[in-house]
């Protein structure tokens, strides 16, 4: 199962017109969205013209098989939420939901969340579902589309932003900016932002971590649990942590797995995951070198400079794709940084990599960036067809820029840009232009909240889990310790001594200390462990 980040064809055409930039994180602070206290998320909690959400019942039916083999016991439903909290009389989306019913005698359900942002909880339980079958021993299993993602009125950017058909009608688009010329990254940032919002409609200015807690308020209810008993991987412990701050009194067992950051700046998180990245591509191709099937050689060292001369040929000449858009290097860090958060896929990504090499054939890494499965018969909720392929990627940015309050401003961006490409590609020479974009990409994006940073802590609920891997590529262990501590004495660390993205997936022991947890309450003291499991691929 990939918890991950994803991207989309927009973000390749802002990545290549910065390549010759950089810009440090501290360089990117800028304003705020004005403050959400604690105090506007009881009122809002409690607005009686909330109760028509909160007296809904999910009607539950098979979900359509879209040829990936659904599992028959699948279930798929929707509940429908405000479109803005602040006007609930107003318009409203669905949220897309799907279950595994419990085998026996249920006591309520887990709620999952899978991550991305942007990742679709209800594709993720159809293909992997079988990871969480032992909670069926006690729970419902059910997941859901955060709004914006997936079957939830998915957001967009369109195509693309193209340059004009005539270059001399925009002569700063007509090849990359160098640094004496930052306006046209400005204004094909802006474009960017300009085409999400086009394409996205109404519910792009509602996105965010802070709306998606109070729609998982009404599932939960819909659900009818009294408490809200719940599992979240990477993005989704960033979601459990703002529930837990706005619903304290309705938070049953949380569990986190990968814990993201609630205080790092969005480009802090980005080039802690970039240098992250870059050392799990160091450990893949040590590993991959070792095989004399190896598309890069025998040699660790010199399989890094030729990956680097790869991503950077297939920008300045994307190979053609029997899909439409062309794959370039930023479309092979995207496929890159998802294999990467697991070795069970390593011997996948070797094949896929030789066969791009070898005869120009892309399509093994653009399956790690795929999309949806199942689709729901009721209530008329968006087929999978008609998800935008650039959902997962438009989610991602569009829910960090929400959820951070600061902006990479024209006038840094323009004082700074000479210092872009040192800093990210210092990190990673491979990812550091494509998580660059994803900073970049907020601005000309209406303000974050700094609700998310300021109020989310002290919580006052009952234990709940944090799980931390110390080899996560994307969510570093001190992110773990730093969050439980803000949290308050409510939070009991887990250190799983492995490798990858979360734990419960790849390690039998945390899976089985979670899945006590959920079950039955036990909760081991804080400082317990899991040792390092040693799966080589094969």
């Known amino acids: 199962m990939l918890f991950t980040h994803h991207r989309c064809a927009f973000a390749g055409a802002v990545t290549?017109?910065?390549?010759g930039a950089?810009?440090?994180?501290?360089?990117?602070?800028?304003?705020?969205?004005?403050?959400?206290?604690?105090?506007?998320?009881r009122e809002q909690r409690d607005q009686p013209e909330l109760s028509r959400f909160y007296d809904q019942k999910i009607d539950w039916a098979d979900c359509e098989d879209a040829g990936m083999g659904v599992p028959?016991?699948?279930?798929?439903?929707?509940?429908?939420?405000p479109l803005d909290y602040a006007k609930p009389d107003g318009a409203t989306l669905d949220i897309a939901m799907a279950r595994f019913r419990a085998t026996g005698e249920s006591r309520g359900s887990v709620l999952l969340n899978f991550g991305g942002p942007g990742v679709s909880g209800v594709s993720e339980v159809t293909a992997g579902g079988d990871d969480f079958m032992g909670?069926?021993?006690?729970?419902d299993v059910v997941t859901f589309d955060p709004r914006g993602v997936g079957r939830s009125s998915p957001v967009s950017c369109g195509d693309g932003i193209e340059p004009p058909a005539d270059p001399t009608d925009d002569p700063t688009e007509d090849s990359e900016p160098d640094s004496d010329n930052p306006q046209a990254a400005l204004k094909l940032l802006r474009k960017a932002a300009d085409a999400c919002a086009k394409h996205s409609g109404p519910v792009l200015p509602h996105i965010g971590t802070v709306n998606v807690s109070r729609d998982l308020d009404i599932m939960r209810d819909a659900l009818g649990d009294k408490k809200l008993n719940y599992l979240g991987f990477s993005y989704g412990t960033r979601l459990g942590a703002v529930y837990a701050a706005q619903f304290p009194d309705r938070t049953g067992r949380l569990v986190l797995d990968g814990v993201d950051t609630l205080t790092e700046p969005l480009?802090?998180?980005?080039?802690a995951n970039t240098e992250g990245m870059q050392t799990a591509l160091d450990d893949f191709l040590t590993w991959c070198t070792e095989d004399i099937s190896c598309a890069f050689g025998q040699d660790p060292r010199t399989a890094r400079e030729q990956m680097v001369d790869l991503v950077r040929s297939l920008d300045e000449n994307p190979l053609p794709t029997e899909f439409g858009a062309p794959f370039s290097g930023q479309d092979l860090a995207g496929a890159l940084g998802q294999a990467l958060y697991s070795k069970e896929l390593w011997p996948a990504l070797s094949q896929a990599l030789r066969s791009l090499i070898e005869d120009g054939d892309a399509r093994g890494?653009?399956?790690?960036?795929?999309?949806?499965?199942?689709?729901p018969r009721n209530g008329g909720l968006v087929d999978?067809?008609?998800?935008p392929m650039d959902n997962l990627q438009a989610a991602l940015i569009a829910v960090n820029c929400a959820d951070d309050p600061d902006r990479p401003t024209a006038a840094r961006i323009t004082r700074n840009l000479d210092r872009l490409r040192a800093e990210y590609e210092e990190a990673s020479p491979v990812f550091g232009r494509y998580r660059l974009t994803q900073v970049l990409m907020c601005y000309g994006r209406p303000k974050g909240t700094d609700y998310i940073r300021e109020d989310v802590r002290d919580v006052d609920t009952p234990k709940m889990l944090l799980v931390g891997t110390r080899g996560d590529p994307a969510t570093p262990y001190r992110w773990t310790v730093e969050t439980a501590k803000r949290l308050g004495p409510s939070a009991v660390v887990l250190d799983n001594k492995g490798e990858g993205h979360t734990g419960y997936g790849s390690s039998k022991c945390v899976h089985e200390k979670v899945d006590d947890f959920l079950l039955y309450g036990s909760l081991a003291d804080a400082g317990s462990s899991c040792g390092a499991e040693e799966r080589p691929p094969s």
């Open 72 to 81: 028959e016991d699948l279930q798929c439903g929707k509940v429908t939420v």
């Open 267 to 271: 480009s802090e998180q980005v080039l």
């Open 384 to 387: 999978e067809a008609d998800i």
């Open 16 to 19: 290549l017109v910065l390549l």
């Open 22 to 41: 950089a810009l440090p994180p501290q360089a990117l602070l800028g304003a705020g969205l004005p403050t959400v206290t604690a105090a506007d998320q």
């Open 135 to 139: 909670l069926t021993n006690g729970y």
């Open 365 to 375: 890494l653009l399956r790690f960036t795929g999309g949806g499965i199942a689709a």
